[in-house]
């Protein structure tokens, strides 16, 4: 079984990144075969303009996926840039890629929608994705829900080439990531970078601290007993706590005689030991940006020689080498 996927890097990784797929992420690479995972910085160009902010974001990104336990030794680890074969195999793909196959992705009607600006790189996102996924052969792709319709369109794409041009590519499938732990933002709502309502993985303490307390909670008497099933601080804390501590902290909330302060500071503190461990690696690897940087290259080397093997295949079938 070959896994891949990619982040963008497009700013710090918050709780809902890691909870709801980083985490499941690294815990595939035990499994797989092979496993490859990558810095998508040409996906984030849509919407980082700005040279040294992505520069120092993809560095981040890779960062932090090390510190939370991504392994070069079990997993390839790269910045998509770093594999030009993927921008040539895209071209290929673009070429058999019908207009309405791409006009009717979700992602991009709800980003036009939002009122994002509808440029080519945005339209042709899923084409540039089915380049990643179909340049290293892989079996398995995790998603989230939302995501799955590219994987589709992948497919779509890669069957057409295939008809056109005989078996070229292998036929990915898509896997739902568990997203049952629910991550609730600083509002209540999904956590989300473009909702300004994240907690960040590698927050320094005292400012995540403050961040926990400025919660929003409702307004109840302190004596009134309160269902812990879908409130906020504890959806937040079931991540983070002990199920010793879940447990208790339920049997608080259904007694009543509390006050949400109370429970914020629970949270704080239990978020301070979750991600002790994983805030003190990472910052050993921030002071080594250098051997980071020897990871990524180490691992592109890898990718490119998958990925030159893929494309080459791709080039013969469709007759644009060897003539």
Not at 32 to 45: D, P, Q, R, V, W
Not at 119 to 135: M, N, R, S
Not at 232 to 243: G, I, N, Q, R, W
Request: aromatic content about 8%; proline content about 4%.
């Amino acid at each position: 079984m070959r896994v891949l996927s990619g982040i963008q890097p497009t700013g710090p990784f918050h709780w809902g990144n890691y909870f709801g797929a980083i985490q499941q992420y690294i815990e595939l690479q035990d499994v797989a075969t092979e496993s490859y995972y990558f810095i998508a910085n040409l996906h984030a160009l849509n919407t980082v303009r700005d040279k040294a902010l992505l520069q120092q974001y993809t560095l981040d990104g890779a960062t932090d996926l090390l510190a939370l336990g991504l392994d070069p030794e079990k997993a390839v680890l790269f910045v998509q840039s770093d594999v030009p074969e993927v921008s040539q195999l895209c071209w290929l793909l673009l070429t058999g890629t019908p207009m309405g196959l791409l006009e009717r992705c979700v992602s991009y009607k709800d980003k036009i929608a939002k009122g994002m600006k509808a440029d080519a790189g945005l339209f042709t996102y899923p084409v540039l994705q089915a380049a990643d996924i179909l340049a290293y052969d892989a079996d398995i792709v995790p998603v989230g829900e939302d995501q799955l319709q590219h994987i589709e369109v992948c497919r779509d794409i890669a069957g057409s080439f295939n008809h056109h041009f005989g078996e070229t590519f292998v036929m990915p499938k898509g896997k739902v990531l568990d997203q049952s732990a629910k991550v609730p933002g600083l509002d209540g709502e999904k956590m989300s970078k473009s909702y300004n309502n994240t907690l960040a993985v590698f927050e320094e303490e005292k400012k995540q601290r403050k961040q926990i307390m400025r919660i929003q909670t409702d307004s109840r008497p302190m004596e009134d007993p309160k269902d812990p099933e879908g409130d906020v601080l504890m959806d937040l804390y079931k991540l983070v706590a002990t199920e010793e501590q879940v447990a208790e902290m339920s049997e608080t909330y259904r007694k009543g005689g509390f006050g949400y302060g109370e429970v914020k500071k629970a949270l704080a503190n239990a978020a301070q030991e979750y991600w002790g461990e994983v805030r003190e690696r990472r910052a050993e690897f921030a002071a080594k940006p250098e051997l980071v940087r020897e990871i990524l290259a180490a691992g592109a080397e890898k990718a490119r020689g998958k990925a030159s093997a893929v494309l080459k295949r791709a080039q013969e079938a469709c007759g644009v080498v060897g003539w």
